[in-house]
């Protein structure tokens, strides 16, 4: 009994649900219950709408930005925007590649997987792992960002990843 309350007590609760941004064919599993967030940003050389789903849980923070790009010619570049400015936002100095597999992704040689390794505002160090990817010309960017990044629900959470249907 105390073996099966000390690994209880190591296991982050996540309560995993599956959400499907607005107008999107994709879905993924969040281990919590997000916020839904939609502005405009300026991507690939103009003006969309960008729809985020995010919450923290597990002290991750998780999310699922998404944005219809509606001309097929802005959707590599802003794939390798948003890779970039994940890499900015941490000042990490380098990106390891991962492996992606997206279901029903529409195939494009800026989709990728990183891990990226730097700092906060504050100074204290994170990980993130980042992948964007595409399907006709929506582009999404799922992210699992913390302190230290639990193997098993980062795999839940990009191996739950799906678009097209």
């Known amino acids: 009994m105390p073996l099966l309350l000390a690994l209880s007590a190591c296991?982050?609760?996540?309560?995993?649900?599956?959400?499907?941004?607005?107008?999107?064919?994709?879905?993924?599993?969040?281990?919590?219950?997000?916020?839904?967030?939609?502005?405009?940003?300026?991507?690939?050389?103009g003006p969309v709408r960008l729809l985020m789903h995010a919450c923290s849980g597990g002290e991750q923070t998780w999310a699922l930005a998404a944005a219809d790009m509606a001309d097929p010619g802005r959707v590599a570049p802003a794939l390798d925007e948003l890779?970039?400015?994940?890499?900015?936002?941490?000042?990490?100095?380098?990106?390891?590649?991962?492996?992606?597999?997206?279901?029903?992704?529409?195939?494009?040689?800026?989709?990728?997987?990183?891990l990226l390794r730097g700092k906060l505002p504050d100074g204290a160090a994170v990980q993130e792992q980042v992948a964007v990817f595409t399907h006709?010309?929506?582009v999404f960017q799922a992210t699992v960002l913390g302190a230290q990044l639990p193997a098993d629900a980062v795999e839940t959470f990009f191996g739950s990843l799906r678009v097209g249907r």
């Open 11 to 45: 296991t982050p609760s996540l309560n995993w649900r599956e959400v499907r941004p607005e107008g999107s064919t994709a879905t993924v599993l969040l281990p919590c219950k997000p916020s839904v967030v939609a502005r405009a940003v300026r991507l690939a050389g």
């Open 136 to 138: 006709g010309t929506w």
């Open 83 to 114: 890779r970039a400015a994940a890499l900015a936002n941490l000042g990490a100095a380098a990106a390891t590649p991962l492996q992606l597999n997206v279901s029903g992704a529409t195939p494009n040689a800026s989709s990728s997987r990183v």
